[in-house]
Structure formats: C-alpha cells, structure tokens
C-alpha cells in the first residue's frame, strides 16, 4: 500500500508540475476544468452512496465542466464574476459550514448546489493564482500541505485532546496549534520571496495566515463528516494509494478562494 501511496505521489506531483510550467497558457485552465469535473463526479457520488453508476453523477460533473469552461471564456468585462465566486466561497467556509459541522446536517437535494460553491470557486481561484505565477499558485497550495504535515507530527507526539472525535477522531487541538505555527513560519518567510504579497504589512498577513489555516481545518473537517454520513472511506479510488480528488483538495477548496480574494484586493 505504502509503495502504491508514493508512486502515485509521484506522478501527480510530475503530472501538476509539467501542467503548471510545461503546458501552454492556454490550455491549463482547461486541465484544471477537467479536475474539477472529476471532483465533481466524486461529490455526486458521496451524494448518493450505494449508486456507483447514477446518472446524475455524469450529469453533475459535465455541469461543473461547462461552467468553468463558459468562465474561462467570458471576456475581460465580466473579470468580476470570479470575485463574486470567491466571496460566496468564503462565506459558505466562514459561516455556514462551522454551523453544519456542529449540527451534522446532511446535504440532501441541496448538496449539488453546496458542490457548485465548493468546486467553480476553486477553479476560478486556480486559474487567477497561477495567472499571478505557477509559484505563486504552489505556495499557497504548499500552505495546505504544510498545515497537514504539521498537524500530523505535532498531534502525534503532543495530541491529548480531541477536535472533533465523531466526525475525525485523530485530529486535536495540539494538532491544530502545530498546523497554527507551521502556516505561519512557512507563510511568513515564503512572503518575503512573492512580490505579489508585498503589500500586505506583518500583522495583515499574520492575520490572513491564521484565517488561511482555520479554513484549511474546516475544510478538512467537512470533507471528513460528508464522507462519513456517505459511509465511505474515500471520495472515489481515481488515485490508488490516496483515494479520490476530493481526498487531496479538501482543504484546498476552502483555501484557495481566500487566497485569491485576498490577492485581489491587494
């Protein structure tokens, strides 16, 4: 299993940075369009576990397809409608999924309209990152990545109290605290080599490092209790070793359009 984990890693890992720095212009928002696709074939499944085969999980994902194409090729003069996507996205993750986590709602009918929000911003915000600059697209992806290793080894040498037991029982507080201190110590001295975060003053950033790593938790977190409440361990098995998409993106979903909207307004 450990053998299959790390090379599939390793292809994606290949396969992200060719697409970010080999690929055409052009041709990478499409990439990114057909992932989301994908992610969304994956959410329509949790929607209606037990049904593998459902229609409306290629009718949902061909949905997610269209619309991100339609966006990629709205003209200049609608440039604000990503920015309404991404304030949608932040206050669904600031405000509507803490309460949903806490009250264990299942998403119903209503579920395909909560997987617009999650996945359209993230590809809007994947697209206006890397137009700032692959790297500046992997950094704020690394955050996530870091927010996770640190959580990981700081709840295991130091975790004694759980975070939310009924819905990801290995996760803690001390867990949290270790993610805190690595997205800020990451954050901080990365910042200093993006021109495009120049504009934010320490305590501006700091602020947004911490926002950055609460959403990454939630985000983590409502993945967790939707796939619960499916009674699946996996969103999907598209990649062997590590499940489906939705299992490598979750907490980028409720990151990257912060990120973005930040960036925005610098």
Known sequence: MLR????????LAAGF??????LPEAMVGIVFAIIAALAAWEW????????PNAPSRLLFAGIVLCLCVVLWAIPDDFSGVPTLLWSLSVLFWLFIAPVWLLRGWRPGVAGYVVGLILLVPTWAALVALYAHGPLVLLAV????WVADI???????AFGRHKLAPAISPGKTWEGVAGAVGGVLLFGLLVSTHL???????WASLAGFLLLFTVFSIIGDLFESLIKRQANMK????LLPGHG????RIDSQMSTLPLAALMLHWI
């Open 150 to 156: 640190a959580a990981y080894f700081t709840g295991r």
């Open 141 to 144: 992806m690394a955050l996530v």
């Open 234 to 237: 996996d969103s999907s098995q």
């Open 244 to 247: 489906g998409i939705l299992d």
């Open 4 to 11: 299959t984990r790390v090379i599939t890693a390793l292809f």
């Open 44 to 51: 329509a499944g949790l929607l209606k576990p037990g049904q």
């Open 195 to 201: 021109p495009v975060a120049h504009g934010l003053g």
């Open 17 to 22: 940075l060719t697409v970010l720095f080999l």
